[in-house]
């Protein structure tokens, strides 16, 4: 089994400031000489982990941390309900990370995440091509409709009884329709114990689609702290209520815009949240994509998932 990098200190942070009121609090780690590598974390609204600083080799790569826009340590916080979300979309956050990019003095980088980060690394990629040089995705996505229907609704044919109590945690006339709308709208409701109620719902649902897993855990999402919990689904029902603001299928028709990109797609053959057909077209329509299947893992990872990461970040680091 491979061994995962030490626990890593940030030798540099801070806050950027990013118009419209935000605060977007990023951090550098390992080699301030290395390889620039920007990790997107994944939700949307789940902000990024201590351990995600161990992404990659600190001896080989400058390792670039952000949390996205009202979530982790930026501000202002998506767990206040005071706290607009008109200025929290994809395009927002692709700005963001050119922001950075400039104000870090980086020309490119490699990008590395995935889940919710593999749509916002892709829709950064065919907008900023020149900006990168690799890409590593893991547990791939695109948020088109069709896998955020899967996801809350399609799913639930193999996990029926946890999906209809997701189903009816909603009023009567909303479970028939788009469910992450009807989310949002709890999610943002001015009652407290709604929003509360709401947030503990949305989280038990997505539990329940990865526990299942051999390496799954229970509570993998709603063990978080309460306001982490509340920026997380308000944030992630935002975005998937609203087709995270892209045409629908717009990342795979403009794949063609990766060309000359090396990029590496992880992706576990048990992943039910997010099923394997989605990297199978972007590879075939991305010329530079190589496509790595995990027999053994779903979204939460295995040690095969590991040692395929590695291998992609070790392959990339020296060129």
Known sequence: MTQQQPPLEPYAQGMLDAGDGQQVYWETCGNPDGKPVLVVHGGPGSGCSVGMRRSADPERFRVVLFDQRGCGRSRPHASDPATGLEHNTTHHLIEDMERLREHLGIDRWLLFGGSWGSTLILAYAERHPERVSEIVIIGVTMTRHEETEWLYRGVGRLLPEPWEAFRDALPEEDREGDLPAAYSRLLNSQDEDTRVRAARDWATWEDAVIAHEVLGRPGAYSNRPPD???????????????????????????????????????????????????????????????????????????PAMRDAIREAMERYAGQ
């Open 228 to 302: 982490a919990l509340m920026a997380f689904t308000r944030i992630t029902a935002h975005y998937f209520s609203n087709d995270a603001w892209l045409e629908e299928g717009q990342l795979l028709r403009d794949a063609h815009r990766l060309a000359g990109i090396p990029g590496t797609l992880i992706h576990g053959r048990l992943d039910l949240s997010c099923p394997l057909k989605t990297p199978w077209e972007l590879s075939k329509a991305w010329p530079n994509a190589e496509l790595k299947v995990i027999d053994d893992s779903g979204h939460t990872g295995s």
